[in-house]
């Protein structure tokens, strides 16, 4: 017997593992997804990524969509954002294929005197 598992994502972030034998499908794992989110947000000059991330780049874009800061993921790490201006960023993940994974925006601040 061939069975096939697969995990498809929902645009709500629910995945659903899937098992395929004999020409039947059947649901076998519902799960609703966290993304990942940017903390702390807003943030003042560093932030990092929380949730269960596997990613190979992140990238952020300003406001007008320019990239500012392109750089190798790995978990926990801290991403220095103390030498752009304040204001609304988009961070993006790309998975190792490089298609895009997920997408959060970040607010940064500048530092209470």
Not at 10 to 15: E, G
Not at 39 to 57: D, I, Q, V
Not at 69 to 90: A, E, I, R
Request: charged content about 15%; hydrophobic content about 40%.
């Amino acid at each position: 017997m061939n069975e096939l598992y697969e995990e498809i994502a929902i645009l709500d972030s629910t995945s659903i593992s899937v098992c395929v034998s004999d020409s039947t499908i059947s649901s076998t794992h519902v799960e609703k997804k966290k993304p990942p989110i940017a903390a702390p947000n807003p943030a003042t000059s560093t932030f990092k990524l929380l949730g269960n991330l596997t990613a190979k780049e992140i990238w952020v874009f300003n406001v007008l969509g320019a990239p500012v800061l392109k750089s190798v993921y790995q978990p926990g790490q801290l991403f220095d954002l103390s030498m752009f201006p304040n204001g609304l960023y988009t961070v993006c993940a790309l998975s190792k294929q490089g298609g895009l994974k997920h997408i959060t925006r970040l607010i940064k601040l500048a530092e209470m005197p």
